[in-house]
């Protein structure tokens, strides 16, 4: 995990001090450096973008305001002024434009959703009425600007009512505003300064894309080995039984938006696999599961074997165990995997899931969604390899294809996802948005590839880029990225023929890769060093002329 802090421009009508205080002071990853525009000028802070904070391009920015202070139709409503709808979402567009002025300025921008202090109820059983409540005015404001935002790659609205909701009756309170003009309780602060930290750990890569669960008093209740399967508590009349299949429900939701499922549990593996196979109730199947380990060995051990097998760091995966002594064991050994408090009453698991912050992505691909059939297949590609003699004659069986795109607006989405979140094999490992990404590539002496790979077990998606940039009659290159899930199979060998191909069209006499090391690139240094014979290393670059084209492998089918 990265230690550096993250600046972040605080715009707002309102004090936001003790929002910058919970952002700056909490110890948990990204560390936030909050930087106040002026206090109370939200619209003159957005129209001048020449202003000292927005001159350092800044990571992020909040701006957060108040309804009334931004449209001034809204306020005259609040007066109980008769102004149509249509005129008060038409100074919604006028705004969304102000903050589209600034979304160069940030790498990426939240903006809360407006809400009304709950106190607030003149209208009664008319609040939801058109032309007439405020909340059904308020409603339709925020779904305008969340609408409008949406067309801005770095622009994200988040849900206000989330923390109101949580910080309960005291959410808002008059006195503080008169004395201080903070219209919020530190409560609602709190849970603001939460979720954004969570949503800025999901652009940067960092979501948990892992969850390992436990089975007896888990998602089931009793030990199946005592009680067999048909003597679990699990659906039914009974209340624990509707919450532990709650749970499985909640779970299947995280895998098919694209989060992995395994199992890593002290059992007898045939009772264990009978009671998930047999079991009317089970909700969850073998199908659901990227993996298991069943067995009755020591549960840390287990998870790195498995998350081995599914070649994805610690970093990547989230532990829930019923057991307090196996969550203490995993939490010590394996301090990157997050293992969180779990609650006693089973009747809590739902609700203890469905909250955890830690899966925020800034957006959804069909890789995502497609993830848990990806990873199955990759179960049938190594039972292939257990049948075969050789890597070569595994390779060949599998029927590689590369189809190679450049970068257009289709798939700018899942190749800044795929820029920001792999660690391994990537040369240079910088972090873009997609509007940073796109402007990038656009330049006249840049060139930038995305590369789908399938093969006959199925599609991998997008998951390789490459990128050069020519200066001198030299291209270097500055992207070299292949997801974890397709390394070994020569893809990166179809890369370098690919890139030098490229290079050797545009005239270019030299080519060379500069390795820019992290604690987590290692294997793109080392297979940059197993080609060395047909590169010349000096120290962490690597040199090509290109009299010679780089040899494509021989059971790859390339499609540029």
């Known amino acids: 995990m990265d230690k550096q802090s993250?600046?972040?421009?605080?715009?707002?009508?309102?004090?936001?001090?003790?929002?910058?205080?919970?952002a700056a002071h909490d110890a948990e990853f990204p560390h936030l450096e909050p930087i106040a525009a002026q206090l109370g000028q939200p619209v003159p802070t957005l129209l001048d973008t020449a202003a000292p904070h927005w001159q350092k391009t800044a990571d992020l920015a909040v701006i957060w305001t108040q309804p009334q202070s931004v449209v001034s139709a809204f306020n005259a409503l609040l007066k109980y002024e008769q102004v149509p709808v249509r005129d008060v979402l038409q100074e919604v567009d006028a705004y969304c434009a102000l903050l589209a002025n600034v979304s160069a300025c940030v790498r990426y921008a939240f903006v809360p959703s407006w809400v009304l202090p709950s106190y607030r109820s003149v209208f009664g059983v008319l609040d939801m009425k058109t032309e007439i409540g405020l909340t059904n005015?308020?409603?339709?404001?925020?779904?305008?600007?969340?609408?409008?935002?949406?067309?801005?790659?770095n622009i994200h609205v988040l849900n206000t009512h989330k923390w109101i909701e949580r910080a309960g009756i005291n959410a808002f309170n008059p006195k503080l505003w008169y004395l201080g003009k903070i219209p919020f309780s530190n409560e609602v602060f709190k849970e603001a300064a939460q979720d954004v930290k969570a949503a800025l750990c999901g652009m940067l890569g960092y979501a948990r894309k892992l969850i390992i669960i436990d089975l007896d008093d888990t998602i089931w209740g009793g030990v199946v080995g005592d009680v067999g399967w048909e003597n679990l508590v699990l659906g039914g009349h009974h209340h624990r039984g509707e919450a532990y299949v709650d749970f499985q429900h909640a779970?299947?939701?995280?895998?098919?938006?694209g989060i992995l499922l395994a199992v890593v549990s002290k059992n007898e593996e045939q009772a264990a696999l009978e009671a998930i196979n047999q079991h009317p109730e089970m909700v969850l199947t073998l199908e659901d599961f990227t993996g298991w380990r069943i067995?009755?060995?020591?549960?840390?051990?287990?998870?790195?074997?498995?998350?081995?097998?599914?070649?994805?760091?610690?970093?990547?995966?989230?532990?829930?165990?019923?057991?307090?002594?196996?969550?203490?064991?995993?939490?010590?050994?394996?301090?990157?995997?997050?293992?969180?408090?779990?609650?006693?009453?089973?009747?809590?698991?739902?609700a203890t899931l469905?909250?955890?912050?830690?899966?925020?992505?800034?957006?959804?691909?069909?890789?995502?969604?497609?993830?848990?059939?990806?990873?199955?297949?990759?179960?049938?590609?190594?039972?292939?390899?257990?049948?075969?003699?050789?890597?070569?004659?595994?390779?060949?069986?599998?029927?590689?294809?590369?189809?190679?795109?450049?970068?257009h607006p289709a798939n700018l989405q899942r190749a800044t996802q795929l820029l920001n979140k792999t660690n391994q094999m990537n040369l240079s490992t910088r972090r873009m948005s997609e509007a940073e990404l796109m402007a990038w590539a656009e330049q006249k002496h840049r060139w930038l590839w995305t590369l789908r790979v399938s093969d006959r077990f199925g599609d991998a998606g997008l998951t390789g880029i490459v990128s050069l940039e020519i200066r001198d009659r030299k291209a270097q290159i500055v992207d070299f990225i292949l997801s974890c899930r397709v390394l070994g199979r020569k893809i990166e060998e179809t890369m370098l023929s690919m890139a030098i191909y490229h290079a050797q069209a545009l005239g270019v006499e030299e080519v060379y890769a500069r390795y820019v090391p992290t604690s987590k690139n290692k294997p793109c240094f080392d297979f940059f060093r197993s080609v060395a014979p047909r590169f010349h290393q000096q120290g962490e670059c690597f040199i090509r002329d290109i009299e010679h084209p780089f040899p494509l492998p021989d059971h790859i089918e390339l499609v540029q």
């Open 295 to 350: 067995n009755w060995q020591d549960k840390a051990e287990n998870i790195i074997e498995l998350m081995t097998e599914l070649n994805l760091g610690p970093r990547s995966a989230v532990f829930i165990d019923d057991n307090p002594a196996e969550r203490a064991r995993v939490k010590e050994s394996l301090p990157e995997v997050l293992v969180p408090d779990w609650p006693e009453d089973p009747l809590f698991y739902p």
């Open 251 to 257: 779970l299947k939701s995280m895998k098919n938006r």
């Open 137 to 153: 005015t308020l409603m339709r404001m925020n779904l305008r600007l969340a609408e409008n935002l949406e067309k801005i790659s």
């Open 6 to 22: 993250y600046t972040c421009v605080l715009v707002s009508d309102f004090n936001l001090q003790n929002f910058a205080g919970y």
């Open 354 to 407: 469905l909250s955890l912050r830690c899966f925020e992505l800034p957006s959804l691909s069909r890789e995502d969604l497609n993830r848990t059939a990806m990873y199955l297949s990759e179960n049938q590609r190594r039972d292939l390899k257990k049948s075969v003699s050789s890597l070569e004659e595994w390779l060949r069986h599998l029927a590689i294809r590369v189809e190679v795109e450049k970068l």
